[in-house]
């Protein structure tokens, strides 16, 4: 990072500020309240959508024979990741910069049993008139090289504050239970760097062919669940 990108004392992350600045503790607590302010959006958007999606699955729940949403999970993204990614993009360190280039501080990660679920809810999250839809990557029609799968979508929610309503970004994962069992073990596979070449590619190799197994599995168990009926709309009386 270079000191030239940092704007002003009360721009920067407290956690950055503190390395950079500890002796002077007022500047800190300044720098804290902002960074703590938006953290607190954030954290507001994510409760927004959560209770979105919390609604959609109870109202499907209803009229359907079971619940198209297995999960719900959530996470504000920590202070030391939003820095690293800042750093790596070559974005400015301040919180506007936060807001303009990272779409990811709140995330929200729905798991659904069925893949055609993943579809219906996240059709139903979109056509809601106060989401804003920034941009989806469908990761399970086009899947990743390493056999990554999930569908993601960039959304804006508006919150209410005590003076005014802000648009804020919400990056939603929707995967399988499967693709989500995938992906964590990839993640945590993925930190281990002192792995020889070999062994590494010999891994990712074998994960690849066990994501192909899974998204072959998910295939099946939709194709089972549409051969039983054992899902659709209830007749309405
Ligand atoms: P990031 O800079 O990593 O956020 O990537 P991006 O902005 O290009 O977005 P993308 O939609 O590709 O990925 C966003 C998030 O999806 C990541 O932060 C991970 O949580 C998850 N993800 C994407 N690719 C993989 C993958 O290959 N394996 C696992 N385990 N997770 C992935
Ligand atoms: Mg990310």
């Known amino acids: 990072m270079s000191e030239a990108k940092i704007a002003s004392v009360n721009e920067i992350p407290s956690d950055l500020l503190k390395q950079l600045m500890p002796s002077h503790p007022e500047d800190v607590l300044i720098a804290f309240d902002d ?4 953290m607190m959006r954030y954290e507001s958007a994510i409760l927004e959508v959560r ?5 959609l699955n109870s109202e499907l729940t209803l009229t359907q024979d079971d619940s198209p949403i297995s999960s719900i999970h959530s996470r504000l993204k920590k202070p030391a990741s939003i820095y690293e990614k800042l750093v790596r993009q070559g974005n400015d360190i301040n919180l506007r910069s936060i807001e303009e280039n990272l779409n990811d501080v709140a995330g929200v990660r729905v ?8 579809y219906k809810v996240a059709k139903m999250l979109v056509q809601q008139d106060d989401i804003t839809l920034i ?8 899947p990743k090289p390493n056999g990554y799968r999930s569908y993601h979508m960039i959304l804006e929610v ?12 919400v990056e939603v994962q929707i995967r399988t239970v499967a693709m989500d069992f995938w992906a964590s073990l990839e993640h945590q596979i993925r930190y281990k760097k002192d792995l020889p070449q070999y062994k590494a590619d010999e891994i990712a190799a074998e994960l690849k062919a066990c994501a192909d197994t899974i998204a072959d599995t998910d295939r099946r168990m939709l194709a089972i669940r549409e051969k039983l009926g054992t899902r659709g709309d209830k007749e309405k009386k």
């Open 35 to 38: 960074f703590e302010y938006l």
């Open 51 to 55: 209770t979105k999606l919390e609604i």
């Open 111 to 118: 798991i659904c049993a069925f893949v055609d679920d993943i």
């Open 135 to 142: 941009e989806v990557k469908d990761y399970i029609k086009n």
């Open 158 to 169: 508006p919150v209410f504050f005590t003076h005014e309503k802000q648009p804020i970004r």
